[in-house]
């Protein structure tokens, strides 16, 4: 099970940190991602994490090219958790956040999203507001 905390309202140019906690198993050995959707928007895929070689290191990152510079994500395998630090945020950010979990598998940057669409790890979502 995945839950993801952290969303809310926050003004334009501010900044929020998502958190996504895995519970009842490890994760060590996954991809995690992060998505979102907008209303009468399709989910879209936001940022990755995994590995290059199924490792805990060799960390490769992939991101949405209207987050990159913005957006961060990690992982700490010791709390089973991953994070979204968000800057910068603009109104066109606002949507629910989703977090997703795979068995690691290679992933490139322009299929990666496609992964994680009918697996069964999901959280069930956080809002973000970017408005004045």
């Known amino acids: 099970q995945l839950v993801e905390s952290g969303g809310g309202l926050v003004q334009p140019g501010g900044s929020l940190r998502l958190s996504c906690s895995a519970s009842?198993?490890?994760?060590?050995?996954?991809?995690w991602g992060w998505f979102r959707q907008a209303p009468g928007k399709e989910r879209e895929g936001v940022a990755c994490?995994?590995?290059?070689?199924?490792?805990?290191?060799?960390?490769?990152?992939y991101y949405l090219d209207s987050v990159k510079g913005r957006f961060t994500i990690s992982r700490d395998n010791a709390k089973n958790t991953a994070y979204l630090q968000m800057n910068s945020l603009e109104p066109e950010d606002t949507a629910t956040y989703y977090c997703?979990?795979?068995?690691?598998?290679?992933?490139?940057?322009?299929?990666?999203?496609?992964?994680?669409?009918?697996?069964?790890?999901w959280g069930e979502g956080t809002l973000i507001t970017v408005s004045s």
């Open positions: 997703a979990a795979i068995p690691f598998t290679p992933l490139s940057e322009w299929s990666w999203p496609g992964a994680f669409y009918g697996m069964d790890l």
């Open positions: 009842g198993f490890t994760l060590d050995y996954y991809a």
């Open positions: 994490i995994t590995s290059s070689d199924g490792s805990t290191s060799n960390i490769i990152t």
